[in-house]
């Protein structure tokens, strides 16, 4: 089997959700025929909304909202699962969330569970574990952003049959394009982090994102990445069974060598 | 508080402990006053052990054992701690094992978990937790080589509150020295891998190992690193208490931010 998958990068409007999925709806379009392509963190709305009752007002329902139909209707007509991070609304709060929206129609939602820095001042954490989801791009499990900072989350993606994690981000710290060769080795996955681009200048401060969207493989190759300040959408095609071989060698399975009795984690 | 600590490089020969030993003391002497100096795994023996009978005559006990007995005499003359993978014997079986030897005497053992390849013919796997000893060099972990594949092994050390990770280390495939980058930034630890060099024609197979040993910040930072084909002691002054600092931003504290509930791990 093999599934064409790819991240797009790019540098979204402050606050203009509209415009947004407008673009994202070009990009697809002028991406190629793809099984999965994964957009950005909070990628219809920008990242630093004004405050809290700015994200709950911009934030839309999954399912019924606007990005959500639209993904929906993006991987319906595409014949692509689409991942994309969105201001989600529910029970009277914003999540930090992303859909997967899949070719037949379904779709699936996670909130992010680790929140970064301001955003435990707009967003409710999320409290249900991550999701994996059986797609016909192979299974795709989600983590958003800052998730990645805890080695426990694409642990948890993998033990549940991950082949590739989907990582919508809006990256400022400096260390995750690099430390993601480890999340992808430790768990013989393949990731594919898409990072937003561009400076934004709300809540009193520049926030510059860092691009170099990445897809890397089980053994940790580097199969695709973007510039850092460039808009960038890439296409690679894998083979997603490959994430199923946990073997390292004949006498060691990274699944079956662990030793959780003796972790304190 | 500020702490002198390193690795030693170097080319142990095959199943000569005695040798190795003096070999050892050399790069002890010369290396300068330290406050923990790191051997690699089995520096002791030399890796490819015969086989299991062989893993056993060369192997030692802890403490009345000569390689035990040889670490606490150097810790306790140099004023140093002295980390050093050796074959332990105990119960009739081998281990792969380290000794922490403190200059005070005191000497503390490690067995490795996680046994790589043909090791599992070789020693029985480690049944007991990795340790986290408190010394004047700062809090100590101790996990060996191939430990490092598993997220859950630094992460146990870091949440008993090690400050630095000594791993002494035989490596043969290529992931390791760029994969503790994510290691130490993940758990904001410092992180010494001290690894050897060399080429060992035993068991029916040539193995060469991959060097390169180093000493990395709780920020990721290089420190120090080595050569992948050279004898090398380095060694650096840290400030230990900065792995104390579990904070990312004023929001964020990676201990804090974790959540138990939702992994599945």
Redesign the interface.
């Known amino acids: 089997m093999s599934a064409t998958v790819g991240f797009a990068q790019f540098e979204p409007l402050y606050a203009e959700p509209a415009a947004n999925r407008d673009t994202m709806s070009e990009i697809a379009e002028s991406a190629g025929q793809f099984d999965l392509l994964v957009f950005p963190e909070l990628a219809a709305t920008g990242y630093e909304l004004r405050d809290v009752v700015h994200a709950r007002n911009i934030a839309e329902p999954f399912q019924e909202g606007a990005t959500s139909e639209w993904a929906r209707a993006l991987a319906v007509e595409s014949r692509g699962a689409i991942v994309v991070g969105y201001a989600e609304k529910a029970d009277g709060v914003a999540y930090n969330s992303c859909v997967l929206a899949l070719p037949n129609g379904a779709v699936h939602n996670y909130r992010k569970?680790?929140?970064?820095?301001?955003?435990?001042e707009l967003f409710a954490?999320?409290?249900?574990?991550?999701p994996v989801i059986d797609t016909p791009a192979g299974s795709i499990g989600l983590m958003i952003c800052?998730d990645w900072?805890?080695?426990?989350?694409a642990?948890?993606l993998a033990?549940?049959g991950a082949q590739i994690i989907a990582h919508p981000s809006n990256l400022v710290?400096p260390?995750c394009q690099?430390?993601m060769?480890?999340?992808s080795?430790?768990n013989r996955v393949f990731t594919i982090t898409a990072n937003r681009i561009g400076t934004e200048n709300q809540a009193g401060r520049a926030l510059t994102f860092t691009g170099q969207s990445q897809i890397l493989d089980p053994d940790?190759n580097t199969l695709a990445s973007a510039p850092a300040d460039a808009p960038r959408s890439t296409l690679v095609t894998i083979d997603p069974e490959l994430a199923h071989n946990k073997s390292?060698?004949?006498?060691?399975n990274?699944t079956n060598?662990?030793?959780?009795s003796?972790?304190?984690?």
């Open positions: 569970i680790h929140l970064f820095s301001r955003e435990k954490p999320g409290d249900a574990p991550p800052f900072f805890f080695p426990e989350m642990r948890t033990l549940q710290l260390y690099r430390a060769y480890c999340r080795v430790e940790g390292i060698n004949e006498y060691n990274l060598d662990r030793r959780p003796l972790y304190d984690v």
